[in-house]
């Protein structure tokens, strides 16, 4: 074989090697991304965590001790908190370079909501399923609840710079259900914030 067939050989089995290692990568991230939603919908129903820091000094495992919160898991206090552990919990279940990548995106950004936290992740670990997120949001539509809604327009929203409020606000409303869209519209929200609180409380009429 002379040197030239022989660096392309040497080539074509470095980057096999690297794809095998980069899909292995991928599969653990997905197992991973698997757990953590079975432990979100767990947490959902019985919202018993304390609350622990996970980078905390001394011992590298990630311990969750259970404490019982007063609220009832429909009420919306326990939701929020629920909303506010979601990131805690996730990273629970983050190794390899996935708990390299979240200690490093804490480091300079400090703490992450959750929606800033999925859209971050999406940017680092995979494909997002759409290619221009603006059309995303355009034709995003509420297909179940108002919440599961809400975190996947968030979740999009969030990949758009400099979106404007009223066109967030409009893009919201248009895409819920045809019986909680009318209601929100004839509240007239002026925030992306208030238009949410309005479509959580028509639901539950």
Known sequence: MDTRGKSNTEFRNKVSELLARHELNFDQIHNTLQTILAELQTLQTNPEITDVNPFASGDTSHHCQPSTPTAQPTSNLNY????????????????????????????????????????????????????????????????????????????????????????????????????????????KPRTLTEAIGVSQGSKNR
């Not at 390899?96 to 859209?119: D, E």
């Not at 995003?140 to 710079?161: A, G, M, N, P, R």
Request: proline share 3%.
């Open 80 to 187: 929020s908190f629920q909303t506010s552990m979601r990131v805690k919990l996730a990273s629970f279940h983050l190794d390899g370079i996935a708990l390299q990548w979240h200690r490093w995106l804490t480091k300079f950004q400090g703490p992450l909501s959750w929606v800033n936290f999925t859209a971050a992740l999406l940017r680092r670990f995979g494909s997002t399923d759409f290619d221009d997120p603006s059309e995303a949001l355009m034709h995003l539509k509420q297909t179940t609840t108002v919440e599961v809604y809400q975190e996947e327009f968030e979740c999009i929203s969030q990949l758009i710079d400099a979106l404007p409020d009223n066109h967030l606000i409009g893009c919201f409303i248009a895409g819920l259900q045809d019986d909680i869209r009318l209601d929100v519209k004839l509240k």
